[in-house]
Every structure is written in C-alpha cells, then in structure tokens.
C-alpha cells in the first residue's frame, strides 16, 4: 500500500469548512483514498473514500487531484464533535484474501476552536 | 444493527495470567481484524481472518492467538500476559475496502 503525508495537526474555527490534506505521491492506478477518524478512545470512524472521482456522502467530501498524488478531506460546516485525528490511508479496495489491514500511520490532529 | 461489540471495555491483569478478548459482528462480514493502539501511536494489525475457520497473521502476532468458528466472533486470546501488552485493542470487520471498528478493550497488565 502506497504511503501518506499528512500534517500533524491543524485548527480550524467551529462553523467553517475544515480542509485536511494528504498526499500519496507513490499511488498506484487500482488504489483507492480512504479516510477515517478516530475521536479520543473511539475506535476509528469510516468517512469517506475515492478512486478518481470527487466523492461526497453526508459526512464529508472527497477531493482527488487529476494525478491522483495528493487529495483533501473537507468538513463543510465543522462542529465541536468533529475535533479527532483524522487518517489518510490508501489501499486496494479488494474482497478476496491477502493481508486484510489498514497501515494507520499518525494522522493529522484536528481541533475545532468555538 | 449493533454493529461490531467488544468485551470487557477495561481489563487489569497481573503478568502471566490468560484472557480471551471477545469480538462479535451482527453485519454477516467475512473479514475481521484485530488492532492495538499504543498511546500516541496508529494501529498494528494483530491477526485478522478471511472467513469461518480461515485465520492468519498480522503485523504483531506473538503473544495472541485467534480462532474464527463462526461468522459472527472473533475472540483475541492472550497467552501468558505480559507488560508489553499493555494497550487498546480493537476489533474490525470489513466489507469492501471499508472497515468497522468496535468501541475498543483496554487492557492493562501489571
């Protein structure tokens, strides 16, 4: 699974869209962008996911760049709840066997300041 | 649905004491995971099962064992507990690339 960057952590003020980016430079063609958070002691959250397409789903919305190397999770109206680490992971969206886990690496800290 | 459950949600055990963690799924997926998180770090895949009698190996299996008789569980057992095991852990089942994760046991061995 390819690697991802991300920023240690970033605010962002209750009410406005929270940006958080990634980048996944090594990505391959039939690997997709998965986020998840994880909200302090919970486990972790699916969000959202993407191949090429920009995604949206009532949570939040995916964007891809055209050469897939980097994208941005967006929260279009952040709320107290939303503060978590959020995580950029990409992977092989496969049903069959092989090695079955996600690679968490540390994420990006995203606190919502009222 | 519950979705995916875990017990006990705390555990303090002295070293070299046994324990089974319990996992159980309500949504008919074939792939579970166990994780641990150690503090401030991501989660390590432990061992994970492709179906109902079909298991195999993560990232830090030494010290666990699983078994997968049903669908639905998918008990993490402790051998001889020792310091290091000191963690959360949590379980998941997927379908698709999307995974689900219980609300975690945190254990503690003394």
């Known amino acids: 699974d390819a690697k991802t960057t991300q920023p240690t952590s970033m605010d962002c003020a209750e009410g406005r869209a929270a940006n958080l980016p990634c980048n996944h430079s090594?990505?391959?063609?039939?690997?997709?962008v998965y986020w998840y958070r994880q909200i302090h002691s919970q486990g972790p959250q699916y969000i959202i996911h993407?191949?090429?397409n920009n995604e949206t789903n009532e949570m939040a919305s995916l964007i891809i760049t055209e050469d897939r190397k980097s994208s941005t999770l967006i929260l279009p109206h952040a709320t107290l709840r939303d503060t978590a680490v959020y995580y950029c992971?990409?992977?092989?969206?496969?049903?069959?066997?092989?090695?079955?886990?996600?690679?968490f690496g540390k994420g990006t800290h995203l606190i919502i300041q009222p | 649905n519950a979705g995916v459950t875990q017990t006990p949600k705390f555990q303090v055990l002295k070293t070299g004491q046994s324990m089974t963690l319990q996992c159980a799924q309500d949504?008919?997926?074939?792939?579970m995971s166990w994780y641990r998180q150690d503090p401030g770090m991501g989660l390590r895949l432990i061992h994970y099962?492709?179906?109902?009698?079909?298991?195999d190996q993560g990232e830090v299996p030494n010290g666990y064992n699983v078994s997968r008789s049903t669908t639905e569980d998918f008990p993490l057992r402790l051998l001889s507990a020792a310091p290091s095991q000191t963690s959360v852990y949590f379980c998941?089942?997927?379908?698709?690339?999307?995974?689900?994760f219980g609300p975690g046991t945190r254990l503690t061995v003394t």
């Open positions: 998941a089942s997927r379908t698709g690339g999307k995974q689900y």
């Open positions: 090594t990505i391959s063609g039939n690997e997709y």
């Open positions: 993407g191949l090429k």
């Open positions: 992971i990409v992977r092989f969206a496969r049903s069959g066997g092989g090695a079955d886990g996600l690679t």
């Open positions: 949504m008919n997926h074939e792939y």
């Open positions: 099962s492709v179906g109902a009698g079909i298991t």
